[in-house]
């Protein structure tokens, strides 16, 4: 009877240890992922942003403080961004993130005061002076996902805008703000007689 118990309490143990490593060697035999130990520091601490900001809608959703269709958009949204994200550090091979927004084609007026026609967006193209277009994502709906330019962008973008300006302005001048086709001398109106 004493041996019957302490062979169970061998084979349970040892049936444990085993049941440990199954799983074990089950986790390490999974292909690569997009777990966030493949990656630097800085896509590690944004991976873990979008990861807390997903807990808080799931949080909030149990409390029923929002509806399932605000809770959906936003779980969608966030997996937008983190598929955006996992696609620009693999592509650049940089640890690097820029401010990245996703929004649903209803939520453009979010970004734009005045909103583009997303059928013309091209990728990389700059929108508003604010915005790269980076391209769509599909994450349960539509999400146009935009990197927000930094500071030096947005001077570099304005001090280009000024040069063309002056250019433009410079010309004008030239020409003597001729009318087009309107040659040197040629008038465009006739001046006027003044009475006697």
Known sequence: MLRSKAMLRYLTAGGFVLMLSGCALAQRSTGPSDDASNFGPVMRAYLGYLSNEQEVVDDRISRKEITATYYHRNSNRIRALRQMAIKLVRQSGNDYVPELEAVAPDELRTLFERPPNPATFRANEILADKFRFL??????????????????EQAELMQRHNAEMLKTDAIEDATGGLAKGERVGQAATRPRRVPK
């Not at 391209?135 to 030096?152: I, K, M, N, Q, W």
Request: zero cysteines.
């Open 135 to 152: 391209g769509t994502v599909h994450s349960g709906e539509v999400f146009y996902l935009f990197a927000r330019l930094d500071p030096y």
